[in-house]
């Protein structure tokens, strides 16, 4: 198909002019596609992971390393999708001698990562086990893409607004039964 931009319309989510690498905390939230369940069940109000669910938290673990100027914060890996705080807290400093063996030069290893190759990252590392869990452990296939195309994501402005956000993060699966990204919920409506 041929693009036409008379009929693909694709607006970005995020905020016009916004440098998503400068120091802040971001709730993203990313969802498997088509709602499909991978990671585990809601079972008494509290997520038990699957095998594919635990292999998502151990990528999210894995970030900061990847990217040593960030810090995470609290998540949680649902049914079909997972939400979690990023920290960017800035460029990590590394030093490098002088050539003349006076006092190291310390100057930014790397610029703060932006958000969108943060959660690329992750959607990457993440699709790619996954598809060794297909192939070597009978994880369920999943259709075309493991996670949609897109994320959703929140500048944190606030110390109210984080703490609004980390008590829904840790309370997501207790609402599981009324939860917009819950396949049961679109049925009933």
């Not at 635990?54 to 990847?66: A, D, F, G, I």
């Not at 460029?91 to 190759?117: E, F, K, Y």
Request: charged share 20%.
């Amino acid at each position: 198909m041929t693009f036409n931009p008379d009929n693909h319309h694709r607006h970005s989510i995020r905020l016009k002019n916004y440098d998503y690498s400068q120091a802040g905390a971001y709730f993203v939230t990313i969802c498997a596609q088509n709602r499909e369940c991978f990671f585990g069940e809601i079972t008494d109000a509290a997520m038990q992971l699957n095998e594919a669910g635990r292999m998502v938290e151990t990528w999210w673990h894995e970030l900061s390393r990847k990217f040593p100027m960030i810090d995470m914060d609290v998540y949680t890996v649902m049914p079909n999708h997972f939400h979690g705080i990023v920290a960017i807290v800035g460029a990590a400093l590394c030093g490098r001698p002088n050539p003349d063996h006076s006092q190291p030069v310390i100057q930014p290893r790397t610029a703060a990562p932006a958000l969108g190759n943060i959660i690329t990252w992750f959607k990457t590392m993440t699709t790619n086990d996954y598809i060794r869990g297909v192939k070597h452990h009978q994880w369920r296939p999943f259709p075309g893409k493991l996670w949609q195309r897109n994320y959703y994501e929140h500048v944190i402005r606030n110390e109210d607004d984080l703490n609004k956000i980390r008590e829904y993060i840790v309370n997501n699966p207790a609402g599981w039964a009324d939860d917009d990204e819950n396949p049961d919920m679109i049925q009933k409506q």
